[in-house]
């Protein structure tokens, strides 16, 4: 079936940009993890720098949580459109999937 | 490789740096002047008599004074010098290491790369879509939030830098009183005279400075008013679910 294999080619395509998407997205949270800041870093000034600093360290805890869950989402993506090629070429044509079952890691 | 903008250093790491130098040599000045004008008196104690030199030591202790707060404040300051240079270079990096690559994958995430995708239909193609709409979503919210904090911290830099200005104008200006008063206690009738104009001018422009630097504090404690921005940032579950990013695939 001609169709199929077009169809199937275009999947493994797109699954292989998610992976690439991944490793992206890993080297950017790599990058943000190394952005920590010492209370010390916030003012030359004699102020309380307690609040700037404990403020930006959720935000950036929060920022690289973030990121590295979408290491891992754009990684599954990818390995769900592969599965989902290769139930279509095992049943030799496009099918009824369980999308419950493809979309789980 | 990194590759900063040449703005990082022109508009706030230069300037910074350039304060903090003029903060030095202004203080070294400062103290030889002091130390000057103290000699010059020694010199001259026999002739300046116990009142006279009483009343030159009161001055000459409120000029100390006023000096000592100004360098409570350079010490302060001078021990966070490169600290907040690393500040200043992290609100860059927000931008170069953070917003501009992860912007990249916004327009990639929902464009497909054969077009023969759009022959795939069905329910599993429905939701592939849907997903893929969804997951552009988070990585648009997370190029805002790369931006908002390289922002905040750009406000901080900001106060960093004029906290910096306005200590080198205290220390120069401090500094050149001194001077003009270690050259106009030349002689033992001008001491003084010169020496009590040191203290009265000392004084009044110490207290000016400290009151700008204090103002320039505030600004600093009012870039706090954006910890609630920040917190609403952090709290934005609408793309970012739970605080989270959406789930394509289930655990």
Redesign the interface.
């Known amino acids: 079936m001609k169709?199929l294999a077009?169809?199937t080619?275009?999947?493994r395509?797109?699954g292989?940009?998610w992976l690439a998407?991944s490793d992206?997205?890993a080297?950017?949270k790599t990058?943000?993890e190394?952005?920590h800041?010492?209370p010390?870093?916030?003012?030359?000034?004699?102020?309380?720098v307690v609040?700037?600093a404990v403020?930006?360290r959720?935000?950036?805890t929060?920022?690289v949580?973030?990121?590295?869950?979408?290491v891992?989402?754009?990684d599954?993506?990818g390995?769900?459109?592969r599965r989902?090629a290769d139930e279509y070429d095992r049943a030799d044509e496009?099918i009824?999937?369980d999308?419950d079952k493809?979309?789980?890691? | 490789m990194q590759v900063q903008p040449a703005s990082s250093d022109l508009e706030y790491g230069e300037p910074f740096n350039k304060a903090f130098d003029q903060i030095r040599s202004g203080i070294d000045r400062a103290v030889g002047s002091f130390n000057d004008i103290v000699e010059r008196v020694n010199e001259h104690r026999w002739l300046l008599g116990p009142a006279g030199l009483w009343w030159i030591k009161q001055n000459l202790d409120a000029t100390r004074r006023a000096m000592t707060m100004v360098l409570d404040q350079v010490d302060h300051a001078l021990e966070r010098q490169v600290p907040v240079l690393s500040l200043i270079n992290v609100s860059f990096r927000w931008v170069n290491d953070v917003k501009t690559p992860v912007s990249e994958l916004s327009f990639t995430a929902t464009e497909p790369r054969s077009d023969n995708i759009a022959k795939w239909s069905g329910d599993a193609a429905i939701a592939y879509n849907a997903k893929a709409t969804k997951q552009k979503a988070a990585i648009d919210e997370s190029v805002l939030k790369a931006e908002f904090i390289s922002q905040w911290l750009f406000k901080i830099a900001r106060s960093n830098v004029d906290y910096a200005v306005e200590l080198a104008k205290i220390v120069t200006g401090l500094a050149g009183k001194l001077a003009q008063a270690a050259t106009e206690a030349s002689t033992v009738i001008d001491i003084p005279w010169a020496i009590s104009t040191l203290a009265k001018s000392v004084g009044d422009l110490v207290t000016a400075g400290l009151n700008t630097l204090l103002t320039v504090g505030q600004r600093f404690m009012d870039a706090l008013g954006n910890i609630r921005d920040i917190a609403t940032q952090v709290g934005d579950y609408s793309k970012l679910p739970g605080s989270q990013w959406p789930q394509a695939v289930r655990d």
């Open positions: 169709d077009v169809i080619d275009a999947l395509d797109e292989k940009k998407m992206s997205i080297k950017v990058a943000a190394q952005l800041l010492e010390s870093a916030f003012f030359i000034g004699d102020a309380s609040l700037h403020s930006y959720d935000f950036h929060f920022m949580r973030i990121l590295n869950g979408a891992t989402e754009f599954q993506i390995a769900a459109l989902i496009v009824s999937l999308l493809i979309y789980r890691a």
